[in-house]
């Protein structure tokens, strides 16, 4: 049982990565660590806020249909 929660836990982290990589893209924008971290922060933000937003429009719908 103990595994199985780990590899819930483990999916969720691995599907979000695999979005931002999607929206990223697999090759290194910028020269330079920093300027491609600050693009790696940059596109999880941003990933971060399309959730939010998604989940809000949910939850209105889900307040409108009641």
Known sequence: MQGRIKLCKRVAVEHTLAHV?????????????????????????VYNLHVLARSQSVQTDLQDAA
Do not use: E, S
């Open 21 to 45: 990589d999607r929206w990223q893209g697999r090759r290194a924008r910028y020269r330079g660590l920093r300027k491609n971290l600050f693009d790696l922060h940059r596109c999880a933000v």
